[in-house]
């Protein structure tokens, strides 16, 4: 399997990471809501109608933290399908499961602790492979994808929603100085971590290949008819592909 490589400017290595969202996850749903004024919810739901389950054979999510994303597909499916969530954050799936215990969801829905570099799942298992706002923080992108692509069915979607930075002559530079500035400083004083997370989220976000340069990767990754639909004015982009 393809070895991670570190990334050459935001720490993106695993202890980090780990270590990071450990700190926030007693805060993490809090200010998610807060700090996207709850639209997150909506990219979720969205995600789960363009890219819907259909047949019998369970999803993915990768990064899945506290299993919004998860939890939202257990929805679109009515509960009939099954739902994995996976992520290697202790803490953050600690909350998770007792979102998908208060839901009712036990029987569909299972969260596994598990690294997206190494899944520990077989070839062509899942209909929908999907990550939300995680596959950055990954530290090799191009292997995070590959695994992701490995597990999906053939004829199967993968799904990445992640952030991006609006294009807009007026919005765009509004956005970027909330982002940059204003979201930092807000993150920092509601969810106070060693690790600078809330720093950590713009600049992650700046190093990311977004638009082409993600849609290039995945198709290198194995998808074909790779598609982008951009959510709220470009603040999110849902990228989707076909093994």
Known sequence: MTQSVPSQGVD????????????????????NRLLSLGIDQRWRWRATRLVPP????????VCTGTGDL????????????????ADFCRPMLALGRRKVQTAGATERVRLVEADALRLPFADDRFQIVTVA???RNVSDTRAGLAEMVRVCQPGGRVAVLEFAMPRGRIFGPLYRAYFRH????????????ALAAYNYLPASVGEFPQDEALAEMMQSAGLGRVECRRFTLGVANLYVGVK
Request: aromatic share 8%; net charge positive; charged share 15%.
């Open 133 to 135: 706002f995680g596959l």
């Open 70 to 85: 998860a939890l939202a597909y257990w929805r679109a499916g009515a509960g009939h399908v099954d739902v994995v969530g």
């Open 12 to 31: 993106k290595s695993a202890g980090r990471v780990r270590r990071m969202f450990g700190q926030i996850a007693p805060r993490y749903d809090l200010l």
């Open 54 to 61: 259909c047949g019998p054979a369970p999803v993915l999510d």
């Open 182 to 193: 204003v979201l930092p400083r807000v993150g920092q004083a509601l969810a106070n971590n």
